[in-house]
């Protein structure tokens, strides 16, 4: 074979080997995404800090600071974006390198002005931030974002709050594609931090109208910019119109944002008597435990799976789902192979006895809350059979 046609035919093999893994890493994303979606509609653990950290974060703005975000490596990256988000809500953000913060940059962190502090760290280990906290206050607040629920940094007295984007070991860049270059892990970071920084503006900014105007003002150039002036054109013409009709209306174009609710003397304690009464964040835990008809939607069909299960003698079948933790230790002791809910869902042994062990290591005081937790844990493991 010419060398050039041996060249080709190896080039073809390794195109779609990595065409494979494109494929791969994306449906990896998608499943990741998706996680965090189910861990922060069920985990009450999850819920209650991220109720924390929006507190913490909104508390800062209502007193006049600012949030600086700190991160090293591509978590720094995270960092400037979510910074620039904020600054275009009108969000008073600031960025840190740990290392720069070491040689003199700290001093943009003001406890005295009520700053707050974001740490972003995928592994929650990372050196030069752990190397920051001795020189920080300890009046600072700080919250974690984190794929690392238990670490150095998750468990240091100094951390306040946790946004914790959950990545299961099979969902990890080195299960997926043999290394561990940060992708699935960044993109659940950011997702998460994206989500909680339009939450933040909802809190400070109540008032729709007066964030789209902000959003607006500060996109003066680009797509954004261009959209935003046609909105006000139309706005401004819509206005003319209805005063040349009318009297009675007037347009006022000095329209305050609705940054700071403190009273005319501005004084401190008017901010602390609104932070005591901040809106509460609503989950909505589901109905119930149990599993229905509706939810075969939401399962991927596995026919070959069914065939298996029939093969196998030690199988527990059980008429509803689990209702205590009790119940699920039961099935993990009786049974060798499968769990079949309802002659439709299953779940392997080996599965429900990894989500469990997980579970269980997070050390939950209360039994209620950890069985939520279980349970929609090994619900998104599931499998329907028919």
């Not at 069909?301 to 933790?325: C, P, R």
């Amino acid at each position: 074979m010419p060398s050039f046609q041996k060249f080709n035919t190896q080039h073809e093999k390794h195109l779609q080997s990595s065409l494979k893994t494109f494929n791969s890493l994306l449906e990896h994303q998608t499943s990741s995404i998706y996680h965090l979606a189910q861990q922060y509609k069920y985990s009450q653990f999850s819920q209650q800090q991220l109720v924390n950290s929006l507190n913490i974060l909104n508390r800062t703005l209502l007193k006049g600071g600012k949030i600086v975000v700190s991160g090293v490596g591509k978590s720094h990256k995270i960092a400037a974006k979510i910074v620039a988000t904020m600054n275009s809500l009108s969000i008073y953000a600031a960025l840190l390198h740990p290392s720069e913060a070491l040689h003199g940059d700290l001093g943009i962190v003001r406890s005295d002005h009520h700053d707050c502090l974001i740490f972003i760290s995928s592994s929650g280990k990372s050196p030069e931030l752990l190397q920051l906290l001795p020189h920080i206050s300890n009046e600072t607040p700080i919250v974690l974002l984190t794929n690392s629920k238990n670490s150095l940094l998750s468990n240091h007295f100094q951390i306040n709050s946790l946004l914790y984007a959950e990545l299961p070991d099979d969902l990890k860049e080195e299960s997926v594609y043999g290394l561990n270059a940060p992708s699935i892990s960044t993109t659940l970071c950011l997702t998460l931090a994206d989500a909680v920084v339009i939450a933040l503006a909802e809190l400070y900014i109540t008032d729709y109208n007066e964030r789209k105007k902000i959003f607006g003002q500060r996109h003066p150039g680009g797509a954004i910019g261009e959209s935003y002036n046609n909105s006000l054109l139309y706005s401004n013409s819509n206005s003319l119109s209805n005063s040349l009709s009318s009297s009675t209306t007037s347009i006022n174009p000095n329209l305050t944002p609705a940054l700071h609710l403190v009273n005319s003397n501005g004084t401190e304690d008017d901010v602390e008597d609104y932070s005591k009464n901040l809106p509460k964040v609503i989950f909505d835990l589901g109905s119930d435990n149990g599993l229905d008809a509706n939810d075969i939607q939401y399962y991927d069909l596995d026919e070959s799976l069914a065939e298996k299960v029939t093969n196998y003698k030690n199988v527990g079948y059980l008429d509803s789902f689990f209702h205590d933790e009790a119940e699920i230790l039961t099935a993990i002791a009786l049974y060798e192979e499968y769990i079949v809910f309802k002659g439709i869902f299953v779940i392997e042994i080996t599965k429900l006895k990894e989500v469990f062990k997980h579970v269980h290591n997070h050390n939950y005081n209360d039994s209620a809350e950890k069985f939520i937790e279980l349970s929609w844990r090994i619900k998104k493991n599931l499998v329907r059979i028919k």
